[in-house]
């Protein structure tokens, strides 16, 4: 999982590849395995503890060569539950995945995350050749899993209601050195009438403040520069202690961990936005001035039908309370468009917001009914109208992304450069990675100076602007600037 997996595996597996290692196998392993993710960077961080379990029980992550030739031992499918393409790409992915166990009759398919926790039964009935279901909350009981379907000859079903292990409890084989993910909290307490989410993760439980800070400097010994909060509503820790202002004390904990140049968080929900976390991000400078928070609609009434516990006014008021404290905030959200019972006028209430709220991009997705959800029983709107929608709002938002890509031409901006790579940085010889804002920033390496590596840091003057990304190729000799550290 460390690195981008080889476009022939890409191509050969349709659509695989959160990444892979290149680690050799070694002669007392147990196997080789990889996993692949579905959904968001929750799932993701799943992933890197789904392959921590499975190394400490001896198994190592397959090369690309084990892939291509199909020699892999244990097939991990990390799924979502939140969209119905999600859906339809997991049992796509398991069953090609069937012509793995074709090949080589003894690999093991397993089938983990929020669809397994959902659709356990399904499942094993669909995909007869799944040999191990564990849910979201049973990662550390994969290799059991793995061990007794191969001693049974039968699937084995593991999907537990309680969480056994918070996570930091369980190993994890990090996606990158440079930049790291720490889940602060598990679970949802909201009743949102779209997401399944709740009955998938169930709960929200916060882990200790201490676990967590244990974890972010464990992750900096190993070098990582920038650290990523996570949580199903990552603002909201605490709150069930009935401490709400624990998470801008952990935003400043984490600002006062050595040797850590940069932290995000996501998501955040805005009925929990408190002052208390905006001077939090304002005044702590390793918080990046970067807000990802979730709009879903900007009409009151359809928030209501949603039960999202804000209203569009209170979701403007806490952007123009960022921007005074930032101005260079740099904000995201998601929106949902089509919900059931949606109108005209709904759908204008939320391109009037988008106007006013100028979001710095936006992850726009039309309505996907999620069966056990209350929306889900409510009367759908046609496909066409849902469709147009989208794409008025996808217009419209991509405008506005537009002109926040061409506010960056000839500043010099500060990118943490990745482990991975742009799809055309061999052809063009830059490397990628991401501003303090968060924009994707391919860089140029002008001749005769050093190549940064994965991890480095790059002042560098913005000479392009793409519809989401950036390019800056400077020029040292026109007074542009490329500086290491």
Same mark, same amino acid.
């Given at each position: 999982?460390?690195?981008?997996?080889?476009?022939?595996?890409?191509?050969? @597996?349709?659509?695989?590849?959160?990444? /892979?290692?290149? $680690?050799?196998?070694?002669?007392?392993?147990?196997?080789?395995?990889?996993?692949?993710?579905?959904?968001?960077?929750?799932?993701?961080?799943?992933?890197?503890? &789904?392959?921590?379990?499975?190394?400490?029980?001896?198994?190592?992550?397959?090369?690309?060569?084990?892939? #291509?030739?199909?020699?892999?031992?244990?097939?991990?499918?990390?799924?979502?539950?939140?969209?119905?393409?999600? !859906?339809?790409?997991?049992?796509?992915?398991?069953?090609?995945?069937?012509?793995?166990?074709?090949?080589?009759?003894?690999?093991?398919?397993?089938?983990?995350?929020?669809?397994?926790?959902?659709?356990?039964?399904?499942?094993?009935?669909?995909?007869?050749?799944?040999?191990?279901?564990?849910?979201?909350?049973?990662?550390?009981?994969?290799?059991?899993?793995?061990?007794?379907?191969?001693?049974?000859?039968?699937?084995?079903?593991?999907?537990?209601?309680? @969480?056994?292990?918070?996570?930091?409890?369980?190993?994890?084989?990090?996606?990158?050195?440079?930049?790291?993910?720490?889940?602060?909290?598990?679970?949802?307490?909201? %009743?949102?009438?779209?997401?399944?989410?709740?009955?998938?993760?169930?709960?929200?439980?916060?882990?200790?403040?201490?676990?967590?800070?244990?974890?972010?400097?464990?992750?900096?010994?190993?070098?990582?520069?920038?650290?990523?909060?996570?949580?199903?509503?990552?603002?909201?820790?605490?709150?069930?202690?009935?401490?709400?202002?624990?998470?801008?004390?952990?935003?400043?904990?984490?600002?006062?961990?050595?040797?850590?140049?940069?932290?995000?968080? !996501?998501?955040?929900?805005?009925?929990?936005?408190?002052?208390?976390?905006?001077?939090?991000?304002?005044? $702590?400078?390793?918080?990046?001035?970067?807000?990802? /928070?979730?709009?879903?609609?900007?009409?009151?009434?359809?928030?209501?039908? /949603?039960? #999202?516990? *804000?209203?569009?006014?209170?979701? @403007?008021?806490?952007?123009?309370?960022?921007?005074?404290?930032?101005?260079?905030?740099?904000? %995201?959200?998601?929106?949902?468009?089509?919900?059931?019972?949606?109108?005209?006028?709904?759908?204008?209430?939320?391109?009037?917001?988008?106007?006013?709220?100028?979001?710095?991009?936006?992850?726009?997705?039309?309505?996907?009914?999620?069966?056990?959800?209350?929306?889900?029983?409510?009367?759908?709107?046609?496909?066409?109208?849902?469709?147009?929608?989208?794409?008025?709002?996808?217009?419209?938002?991509?405008? &506005?992304?537009?002109?926040?890509?061409?506010?960056?031409?000839?500043?010099?901006?500060?990118?943490?450069?990745?482990?991975?790579?742009?799809?055309?940085?061999?052809?063009?010889?830059?490397?990628?990675?991401?501003?303090?804002?968060?924009?994707?920033?391919?860089?140029?390496?002008?001749?005769? /100076?050093?190549?940064?590596?994965?991890?480095?840091?790059? !002042?560098?003057?913005? !000479?392009?602007?793409?519809?989401? *990304?950036?390019?800056?190729?400077?020029?040292?000799?026109?007074?542009?600037?490329?500086?290491?550290?």
């Amino acid at each position: 999982m460390a690195a981008g997996p080889d476009l022939r595996i890409q191509s050969w @597996l349709m659509e695989a590849g959160e990444g /892979m290692s290149v $680690t050799a196998q070694r002669k007392d392993s147990r196997g080789v395995y990889y996993v692949r993710t579905l959904g968001c960077q929750m799932n993701e961080h799943d992933s890197e503890r &789904i392959a921590g379990v499975l190394r400490a029980q001896g198994y190592q992550q397959a090369t690309p060569e084990q892939v #291509r030739a199909r020699e892999v031992d244990v097939m991990v499918l990390n799924t979502c539950a939140v969209r119905d393409n999600a !859906t339809q790409r997991m049992y796509g992915t398991i069953g090609r995945w069937h012509r793995f166990k074709q090949h080589k009759p003894d690999t093991r398919i397993a089938v983990g995350g929020c669809m397994a926790q959902k659709d356990r039964e399904r499942i094993v009935k669909a995909a007869p050749w799944v040999d191990a279901v564990f849910g979201t909350r049973d990662i550390g009981s994969l290799p059991g899993l793995l061990d007794k379907a191969r001693k049974d000859g039968r699937p084995q079903v593991g999907v537990s209601q309680e @969480l056994r292990d918070l996570p930091g409890r369980l190993p994890a084989v990090r996606a990158s050195r440079s930049q790291a993910w720490v889940s602060i909290s598990v679970g949802c307490n909201n %009743t949102c009438t779209f997401c399944i989410v709740p009955s998938v993760r169930g709960r929200e439980r916060d882990r200790s403040m201490d676990d967590i800070l244990q974890e972010v400097e464990d992750c900096v010994r190993s070098g990582a520069r920038q650290v990523t909060l996570l949580g199903q509503n990552v603002n909201s820790y605490g709150w069930s202690t009935g401490d709400r202002y624990a998470f801008a004390r952990l935003l400043r904990a984490c600002g006062r961990v050595p040797g850590l140049e940069r932290i995000r968080f !996501t998501s955040p929900h805005p009925a929990a936005f408190t002052d208390d976390v905006i001077a939090a991000m304002a005044e $702590t400078p390793t918080v990046m001035h970067q807000l990802h /928070m979730p709009l879903q609609s900007g009409s009151d009434r359809i928030l209501r039908a /949603m039960r #999202r516990s *804000y209203r569009s006014q209170r979701f @403007l008021d806490i952007l123009d309370k960022v921007r005074t404290a930032m101005p260079d905030a740099l904000i %995201t959200t998601d929106i949902i468009v089509g919900f059931p019972g949606e109108t005209e006028e709904d759908f204008q209430a939320t391109m009037d917001v988008v106007r006013r709220a100028r979001f710095s991009s936006a992850f726009i997705f039309e309505y996907s009914p999620r069966p056990g959800t209350p929306a889900a029983r409510m009367p759908q709107l046609p496909k066409a109208v849902v469709q147009d929608r989208f794409e008025r709002l996808q217009a419209l938002q991509e405008s &506005i992304t537009m002109e926040h890509m061409q506010a960056f031409l000839g500043k010099e901006v500060e990118v943490l450069i990745g482990d991975g790579h742009g799809r055309h940085d061999g052809s063009t010889h830059r490397v990628t990675g991401h501003e303090r804002t968060g924009v994707l920033v391919h860089v140029g390496v002008p001749q005769g /100076m050093p190549a940064p590596k994965p991890g480095d840091l790059v !002042t560098c003057t913005v !000479t392009q602007a793409g519809p989401h *990304y950036l390019i800056a190729d400077p020029d040292p000799r026109a007074g542009q600037v490329y500086d290491i550290r």
